[in-house]
């Protein structure tokens, strides 16, 4: 087990083995056991994995996740977040490891409840909130995938509309293009027409009333015939 938050209560103390209700002295009485052995037993009897029986409303709170992965009581209140409480006492919090190991198996001791229980509170504590977390993940990856489909779907059909449009915009040049090719092509028409036109006229008139270059900007057609 890689987390250590057993290590102020729980070891093999094996220069005096008859310390008050340690450990080895109630759960693994052979001689030269770890604590991490020792833990692994305890670890070993209870399920790997709680059931969640009811949802939990809030992920922020953890005593809905214990109480949705029917942690049961601990043994006199004496669960491992009332351990920790007592370790942060201020009279105990600033000694040394062996002190406060000592003061919380006194007091466990003087209240009958033995340690393993104490280590059984927190290995469920510790996998139903491993448990939640793995929820809470796959949840999380499972709305990132539908997230992510959506968004793909969305930028396709942006990236259609966008070309639909480019289309459109593109017909539209060539239309004013094609326009505007065809327009001059009957200007230069238009002007060869007027040249013949300028030349049989100008036998007969000093000046040439007939013009033969583009005409000058003016109204329209129909505004010269409402005026």
Do not use: C
Not at 58 to 83: C, H, N, R, V
């Amino acid at each position: 087990m890689s987390k250590k938050w057993y290590n102020y209560i729980v070891s093999v103390d094996e220069e005096n083995p008859a310390a008050p209700r340690s450990l080895n002295a109630q759960a693994a009485p052979a001689a030269g056991k770890s604590a991490a052995q020792s833990v692994a037993e305890i670890a070993s009897t209870l399920a790997a994995e709680p059931k969640f029986t009811t949802p939990v409303s809030d992920p922020t709170s953890f005593e809905q996740i214990y109480q949705a992965a029917e942690i049961p009581p601990a043994p006199q209140g004496y669960s491992i977040l009332k351990i920790s409480q007592m370790l942060e006492s201020e009279h105990i919090r600033n000694q040394p490891s062996d002190v406060k190991k000592s003061s919380v198996l006194v007091a466990l001791d003087a209240a009958g409840v033995d340690i393993k229980e104490v280590i059984q509170d927190a290995v469920r504590r510790d996998r139903a909130l491993d448990t939640y977390e793995r929820v809470q993940q796959r949840a999380a990856d499972e709305l990132e995938s539908k997230k992510t489909k959506e968004n793909s779907d969305i930028q396709a059909q942006i990236d259609r509309f966008v070309t639909e449009q480019r289309a459109k915009i593109q017909a539209n040049n060539d239309e004013v293009t094609r326009e505007k090719t065809r327009f001059t092509a009957w200007r230069l028409k238009k002007q060869q027409e007027e040249k013949k036109i300028a030349e049989a006229v100008g036998y007969f008139v000093t000046e040439n009333p007939i013009t033969t270059g583009a005409a000058q900007a003016g109204p329209s057609p129909k505004t010269a015939q409402r005026s």
